[in-house]
């Protein structure tokens, strides 16, 4: 394991991965961390395009980083599919460079998105294990297991003893409803029944009216 400079912001610590390099001090947006170096490799030059290993950085076409020797202390930062770090190439310098994109804090860990071919060939296979990801997991089996017992909803349904309140509230609901009807037709009806005889007065005398009318007249006749 290299010697770090107490100058430098990061350390080598345990990770959940392995070994991860971690800041010391806070590293601000933007900052240049560590160098990821190591031989140059020539893709035209057989014996060098034929090494392999998991620490190879690609510049360009032509050139590659063989990040694999130990003094090459960004070989320890980790992969995270949600970084707070960068890498930042510059193929005609031939050096590539760590570089924060987040505010990172003491005891953070440093990391970065090693890239699609990478995550394809060699973390897809086993299980991505950064942080978001276990995180994910994590989230995916507790889900699992409220489904099992009845407590989370599936497929977008609501939970069991969610769905049996809301259709107790709703059938109280009805029932207030088709109380209220009644009683307002019951009390439409009362109303009907207690009508003034006044009321029912008229009609006779109306017609008692028109009776005397016609008798009147007969007998002027």
Partial sequence: MPVIPPTKPYRIG???TGLGLF???PIKKGTKIVRYFGPLLDSKKAEEDAIENKYLFELDKRWTIDGSVRENVARYINH???PNAESDVKPRKKKIFIRAIKDIEPGEEINYD???DYFKAYLKPIGCRCEPCEKKRAKKKADARAERVGLKPKDGRKPKRKTEKLAKDKAK?????KAKMEGEATARGKAKSRRPASAAGKRVKSKTAAAKTLSGGARAA
């Avoid at 609901?173 to 409803?177: D, I």
């Fill in 23 to 25: 800041a010391t001090k």
């Fill in 173 to 177: 609901q009805r029932a207030k409803a």
């Fill in 114 to 116: 090693y890239g699609t």
């Fill in 14 to 16: 345990r990770s959940k």
């Fill in 80 to 82: 995270s599919c949600k």
